[in-house]
């Protein structure tokens, strides 16, 4: 991640542990490590689909997904390979950590996979 990107994301991370200085990488990584794994297991995290941010990832019949906009993105290994319009009053299991969504939700602008460029509904 350029370094301009870097900052960009540490200024927008909650709670800080330092108030007024901006987040450290080794901060940030003790508190996504506790956030991405529930033992060995990857830990989800239940949230209603409308208050996701774009880039937020979400487990939706049996594939992954990304949030763009009004549509859903179902991510491959081979990048994204089809779009859904994001259905509404569900609850979904949430795939990235909360606090990077609330990174998201704070204005930071994902860059997305060149398949993925574009795929608006």
């Not at 208050?51 to 949030?67: H, K, N, R, S, Y």
């Amino acid at each position: 991640m350029p370094q301009k990107r870097s900052e960009s994301f540490a200024a927008l991370w909650p709670d800080p542990p330092n108030p007024g200085r901006r987040a450290r990488a080794a901060d940030m990584d003790r508190v996504l490590h506790s956030e991405r794994l529930h033992g060995r297991l990857k830990r989800k995290h239940p949230r209603s689909i409308e208050d996701l941010p774009d880039g937020a990832m979400i487990e939706f019949d049996g594939f992954a997904w990304a949030v763009r906009g009004k549509s859903l993105l179902r991510w491959t290994p081979a990048g994204y390979r089809e779009r859904r319009r994001r259905p509404g009053g569900i609850e979904v299991s949430v795939l990235t950590p909360p606090s990077i969504v609330a990174v998201l939700a704070a204005g930071y602008r994902p860059q997305w996979h060149p398949s993925g460029a574009g795929k608006r509904l």
